[in-house]
């Protein structure tokens, strides 16, 4: 049976993704690298793990020889930082020559911002990514958002030795499962955000769109590459047709920014339920200002016709009390 080594099972993505791997592939032996020592007797009871090995990623020698043991890797952990990423290629690269390896990256949909206006409005002109159109896959590089990672993940397919398969989900809503509740990265920026200005912005007349999904989306499109890399002799087509853009909801950034402000300010974190019109300049520093200056349009025509990807969870702004209801936030 394949062995999987798991990165990032204490985040969002894969709290879902390790109970997912049980239940669809009870027989192979899940392997989960990880720094949190806390949760030992979950992984091994409740998400049915083969072996735990603790560890950061930035210990490179020692998580590049975990993954030279294992057929398939999966790193849900980090999409911006290239670090495991390097780690990882550089172990799977010393398996033996003709043995199927695979590596399964999540990056993100932040790649895809508009590049041409950070207003805040809607631009009519915003580029449309599309994951079946080759050509807008080649334009990945190292300067987009999770682009340094995506360098390495490319680079290594394009040689030949390891399978790649690369998920570009959109912002992720939804509650993690398990023992450590973590709320994922968007969800967690914009309570960052509210807590640095003490309200929740948008930017301009906030008809800039973003694109989200809810976490449980993103693992039915991870197992279908997991049977891609399972079932295929070598991997098929080039590492562009192997790299899915997924995504559900499109809302502009006042609608969600809305959403936002009145769930915490019934949580006692924002004195108004109301978002504030900001300019660009007074939202401060991050990745979550960026991305609400600018449109984020994408399609998943790829990842609907080859990986039968179709969403199926609540939209955002009808499910983000429940997801967040989940968490004590002070
Ligand atoms: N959430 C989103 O909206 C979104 C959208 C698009 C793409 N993505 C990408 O998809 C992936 C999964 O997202 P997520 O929201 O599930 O992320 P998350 O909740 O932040 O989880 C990150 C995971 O990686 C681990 N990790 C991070 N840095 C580490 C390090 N230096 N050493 C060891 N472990 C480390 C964390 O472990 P600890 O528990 O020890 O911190 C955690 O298990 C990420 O790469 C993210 O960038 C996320």
């Known amino acids: 049976m394949p062995s999987i080594l798991l990165l990032g099972v204490t985040g969002l993505v894969g709290s879902h ?3 997912a791997l049980k239940k669809n592939y009870p027989s192979f032996p899940v392997t989960v690298y990880l720094r949190n020592t806390t949760i030992e007797k979950y992984l091994t009871e409740t998400a049915g793990v083969s072996k735990i090995v603790y560890g950061a990623y930035e210990e490179t020698e020692k998580l590049a020889s975990l993954a030279k043991e294992h057929d398939i890797v999966i790193n849900v952990g980090s999409s911006v930082d ?23 990256h999540m990056s993100g949909a932040g790649n895809f911002v508009d590049a041409t206006s950070n207003t805040g409005s809607a631009n009519p002109n915003a580029k449309v990514w599309n994951d079946a159109n080759i050509k807008d896959m080649e334009q990945l590089h190292p300067e987009m958002l999770n ?19 690369i998920i570009f989900p959109t912002g992720l809503y939804g509650a993690s499962t398990g023992p450590v509740k973590v709320l994922g990265i968007i969800q967690l920026l914009m309570y960052l955000k509210a807590k640095e200005l003490g309200f ?12 989200t999904m809810h976490v449980l989306d993103t693992i039915p499109p991870v197992l279908r590459m997991i ?29 969600l920014s809305t959403k936002f402000a009145e769930i915490f300010h019934a949580k006692g974190i924002v004195p108004s339920p109301v978002p504030r019109q ?30 039968g990807y179709k969403p199926t969870q609540k939209p955002i702004l009808e499910h983000l009390d429940t997801a967040l209801g989940e968490y004590t936030l002070e």
């Open 82 to 104: 290239p670090t495991s990423s390097h780690a990882i290629v550089t172990g799977l690269n010393q398996r033996p020559a003709g043995v199927k390896t695979t590596l399964i």
């Open 147 to 165: 682009g340094r990672a995506d360098e390495v993940v490319l680079n290594a397919g394009k040689q030949g030795n390891i399978g790649t398969y």
């Open 278 to 307: 900001v300019k660009l300049e007074d939202a401060g520093e991050g990745e979550i200002t960026m991305l609400m200056s600018k449109d984020l349009l994408t399609r998943s025509e790829r990842a609907e016709s080859k990986l």
């Open 200 to 211: 929740v912005p948008y930017i301009g007349d906030g008809t800039a769109r973003f694109n």
């Open 17 to 19: 993704l390790v109970l």
């Open 227 to 255: 049977d891609l890399a399972i079932k295929e002799e070598t991997p098929q087509g080039s590492v562009y047709e192997r790299c899915y853009i997924v995504g559900a909801n499109l809302d502009k950034w006042i609608d």
